[in-house]
Structures are given as C-alpha cells and as structure tokens.
C-alpha cells in the first residue's frame, strides 16, 4: 500500500499532503475543492508513462478522459490535439501558470512498492515529464526515453468508469475470470451485493450477435438464468468492475463519485464486497463522494476491519489553500454521531 | 437524517450531549444571541477530542473566532478542568481561534448542569412535593447515590411536576421552564456573553 500521497503546484493545490493513506481512502469535501483532482494525481503518479495513450485498447483512458469531459475523438486515440493541451493539460498547473513546474508523488514503506513521482514542465513549447531519479523522460505526443535502467513497471491502477460499461465488454470480461477458473469466486463477490446470485455464465444464444453474461437468481420455476443486463445498475456495475479486478492484476483502484448510480440501500454491501476484495487481493482503493449516506455505509461497512478505511477531508484554507485532514474510524464515528457535516 | 450541522456563527458552544444542546440554545435564545451564537454538542467528554478534530475539517471552520466548550465538573471541578484544557491544548487550534472552557455547575463545584437548575428552580410552588419525593425513594436506595446521580433524580422529579411532564431538561428550557434569569445562572450566562465579547476585541471578559 501506498502511505502517503504529496502533490505540488498541481491544480488547486499549491502544496497538498495526505497522510495517512489507508487501504480505502474515500476522499470527501465541498464542491470543487479539488476531489478529482486527487484521484488524477494518484493516476498520473502511477503511470509508466503519463501521456501514453492505449491505441489498442479503448477501454482504458488516457489522462484527459479519465474523469473529465474530453474533446478527444475516440477514434483517433493515439493523437494528442492542441484542444487537449489548452483544455486539459495546461489545467495541471497550479493557477495555470506553466511556468512552474507541477509534481505528483506517492509514497510507500511496503515492499515491494516503492515511491514513484513525476516531474511536469513545459520547455520549448511541449510538456514533458521526469521521473523522481531522472530515468525515464516523457513527452506528450512523443514515445518515452530511458536511462540504461529500465525501471520497473508501476503498479497496475483501474478507473472505474461513471457510466455503465457496454455488457458486451462485461462479458468478454467475465470470459476471462472464466480462463482464470475464478467464476465461482466472482459469484461470491456479487452474492455479498445480491445475495440471490448462486451463479453466473458467459453464453452466446443462438440467433443473438454479442455473448453476454447470464445469472441464476433462482428465478421462476425453472430457475431460468437471467440476463445481467437485467440486475440492478449496482450490481451490474459491481459485476464488470470485480471482473476487471480480477484479470487485470489491478493494485490501486479509483473511483470517482462512487454513489453515482446506487441506491443508497446497495452502498453498505458494495462497501463490504470492495473492502473484502480489496484485503484479499491487496488492493487501496481511492474514491470520491459528495454523499453523507455513503460515507456513512463505508463506515459500518468497515466496522469490523477500521483500521482499513479513512476519509480524506478536504476544505479551503486561509494559509495553505487546500487543507486535508485524514479522518480514522474514531473521527468518522464521532462526525455521524453528532451530526456533523463530513461531506 | 436531520440537517446536519456546518458552522455557520464564528461562535460556537458545545455541550455534551442533544440534550445540552437544546438546553444552551434557549439559554443563547433568551440573552438574544441567536444571531451571534451557533450551539453544538460534541456527543459525551470521550468524544471531546475526536470532535474538536473534526471541527477543523469542516468546509467554514476558518470562520470560527470563538469555541466555548461545557463540561460537568461531575466529583472533582480541577479534574475536570485540567482534563478538557489537556483537550484543548492537544487540539492544536490556530491562533485566530480562542478555546475557552466552562466547568458546571460553576467554579470549584462538583455536580453538573443539573445543580444550576435545581438552585434556580427551588422556590417553585411544587418544590415541596419534590422534596418529599426524594426523601421518600432515598430511603428505597440499595447504594447511595452519587451527588450528580442525585441531582438528576431532582431533576426528573422536578420535571414531572410541569405542564408538559414528558420533557427532558433542554426540552423544558426550549419550552421557557428554566428562569434563566434566576442569580444560579449569572456565572453560565456571563460565560455565554464573554464569547462573544472575545470576538470583538480577542479577550473573554468572564
């Protein structure tokens, strides 16, 4: 796990530091006081290379897509446009003053994680990014440059996406829990969620185009399987993301506005399913809210196992710009108990 | 869900408990420093520092000038008073902030905010009854009770002589029951007014 997180000159923060980290941080705070933003700095500070841009894989984002509204055109992913320079980039600096380098770092004492950080700067007109010992130089719209050294790769970190995934992608992604013979493993994920599911499989019925994945919910006499189409969005979307989690090797998750699409019933079970992943599997887990219901479920959903789970408080501050107060179970309880405003 | 509570006033007092808190918003009411005061309870003397903690999170925490903290004084005063200013201090607050602590029932008394009360409250036309009734379930006592445990007992028996029988203390001050203006409360009533007297010139005038 990764323990402390600093950022410098990056968005709104002129300097940030959030320690300690947790194995699930949910990240909370008044209205663009930077939520996202600390989600994207932990991405950036996770990448082999922050400007890489999978051409064939359009399922993972590049950095402008990743939370935020891009003017990318999908179908020409590889491409880095001026709109993306004006519009997204130049947007990581501090009071948009690119004159002054940003920096993104997480650090870790848990072997066999090490610290990873980058450097931004604009020089001659493209930005560029540096690794903290100089080794590896990036530059937007360029393929990387190493040392002698290569370093080794940077921890595998998932975005969970806002919306629903194509069901299609779900089942390819259920196919390959299916390889990996972890299905029933998967099952026992979303029977913590819906604890009508015994079972779930990936088939293509005949006369239909797309394979999709298929749930026994024991419904009606025959005990007919169901589409997952048909499942509630918070399952649905459970389902895709526990089964990119488990084919993809993924170490850090993000996620942000996580009530997004649940009913606020759900959220103490997904809390759960996630946080039991997350220990099996040694994953953190970063998440954002604007939701006092969902703080309040990850905090019973983790009563068992408090020294998990953190909320990282963000507000405006005379002296530092942006403050971050990291919140354990005892402040948490406190903050519900009295009532206290904790988004 | 109740509305949840953000700082609002650049003064805050804070009581013990839901009950405490209704209690100090009448007590604000009735010195007409509604405007002025914003009251809280930070959920027990456990809690204390957790809460004071996650104050300084809060969204318009840089608003705040003024925190007058309650507790009871329950058998020592100095214990109790040396316990919340350990608080305090451990809260580590920035300097635009004064914390200033309130030990009830008042200085060097043991008892808590029940003590005020029964003081302000003892020429009521059914104090009698009241007082017959304690000497009365004493005698029923297995173990003595502490001098707090007893205050509380008045308390209730006090309580269940008004119109409305079914209140609890802050509900019956919500309800105007307690004459604040009775002398019992000048030293809680002249530390209400010091809080906002801090605000204007940096110093607490008790």
Same mark, same amino acid.
């Given at each position: 796990?990764?323990?402390? /997180? ?6 709104? $923060? ?6 300690? =980290? ?6 909370? &705070? ?6 996202? !933003? ?7 500070? =996770?990448?082999?290379? *922050? ?18 509204? !891009? ?40 072997? *066999? ?30 393929? !990387? ?7 080794? @790769? ?9 919306? #629903? ?13 299916? +390889? ?14 819906? @604890? ?21 919910? &024991? ?5 007919? /399987? ?12 459970? #389902? ?73 408080? #963000? ?5 530092? &710009? ?11 309880? +406190? ?9 | ?21 209704? $209690? ?43 925190? &007058? ?48 009360? =029964? ?8 104090? @009698? ?16 009770? !502490? ?11 006090? =309580? ?6 079914? /209140? ?11 004459? $604040? ?5 000048? @030293? ?19």
């Amino acid at each position: 796990m990764y323990d402390k /997180l600093t950022v410098s000159h990056f968005r709104a $923060f002129e300097r940030l530091e959030v320690a300690p =980290l947790h194995r699930v941080n949910l990240i909370a &705070g008044g209205n663009n006081v930077g939520k996202t !933003s600390v989600l994207e700095a932990v991405w950036l500070a =996770l990448q082999d290379n *922050p400007f890489f841009v999978a051409q064939d894989n359009p399922i993972r984002l590049s950095a402008p897509s990743l939370f935020r509204r !891009s003017a990318t055109d999908n179908s020409d992913l590889a491409k880095t446009t001026q709109d993306d320079v004006d519009n997204f980039w130049k947007w990581l600096f501090y009071q948009k003053d690119i004159s002054h380098p940003f920096s993104v770092r997480l650090e870790s004492s848990s072997f *066999p994680l090490s610290s990873q950080q980058w450097t931004f700067s604009f020089k001659d007109g493209l930005l560029g990014a540096k690794d903290s010992n100089d080794d590896v130089h990036c530059t937007l719209g360029q393929a !990387s440059s190493f040392s002698m050294t290569l370093p080794p @790769p940077r921890p595998e970190c998932t975005v969970l996406p806002a919306c #629903l995934a194509s069901p299609v992608v779900d089942a390819e992604r259920v196919n390959n829990v299916s +390889v990996l013979n972890r299905e029933p493993e998967l099952a026992e994920y979303l029977r913590m969620i819906d @604890p009508r599911i015994t079972n779930l499989k990936y088939l293509k019925l005949s006369g239909h185009k797309h394979p999709y994945v298929y749930v026994d919910v &024991g419904f009606g006499k025959g005990k007919e /399987l169901i589409p997952a189409t048909q499942l509630g969005q918070g399952t649905a979307r459970m #389902l895709g993301l526990f089964a990119s989690l488990m084919t993809e090797g993924t170490q850090i998750l993000l996620i942000d506005e996580f009530e997004n699409g649940l009913q606020h019933d759900a959220l103490v079970p997904i809390w759960s399913a996630l946080g039991k992943f997350a220990r099996e599997h040694d994953v953190q887990i970063f998440a954002t809210t604007h939701s006092y219901e969902c703080i309040a479920a990850a905090h019973e959903a983790f009563s068992e196992n408090a020294e998990d789970f953190a909320v990282i408080k #963000l507000r405006p501050d005379p002296a530092c &710009g942006i403050a971050a107060f990291v919140l354990d179970h005892a402040h948490v309880d +406190v903050a519900l108990k009295t009532e206290l405003e904790i988004r | 869900m109740n509305k949840l509570v953000s700082i609002e006033k650049s003064v805050l007092l804070i009581g013990e408990s839901r009950d405490e808190e209704l $209690f100090f918003s009448a007590l604000v009411r009735h010195l007409g420093l509604s405007d002025l005061i914003q009251v809280a309870q930070y959920g027990g003397t456990p809690k204390l520092a957790a809460f004071l903690a996650d104050l300084q999170t809060q969204t318009t925490f840089p608003i705040i000038r003024v925190i &007058g903290i309650t507790r009871d004084a329950d058998v020592k005063y100095d214990a109790a008073l040396t316990s919340v200013n350990a608080v305090i201090q451990q809260a580590n607050f920035p300097n635009t902030v004064q914390v200033v602590p309130f030990v009830l029932p008042k200085e060097n008394s043991s008892g808590a905010l029940e003590a005020l009360v =029964l003081d302000a409250v003892s020429s009521a036309p059914a104090w @009698p009854c009241v007082e017959r009734f304690m000497e009365c379930v004493a005698s029923n006592d297995t173990t003595p009770l !502490s001098l707090t445990e007893t205050d509380k007992r008045h308390i209730h028996a006090w =309580l269940s002589t008004l119109p409305d029988p079914e /209140l609890r203390l802050g509900e019956a001050a919500q309800k105007k029951y307690v004459p $604040f203006d009775r002398p019992a409360f000048q @030293p809680l009533t002249n530390f209400v007014k010091s809080l906002v007297s801090a605000t204007e010139d940096g110093i607490p005038h008790v």
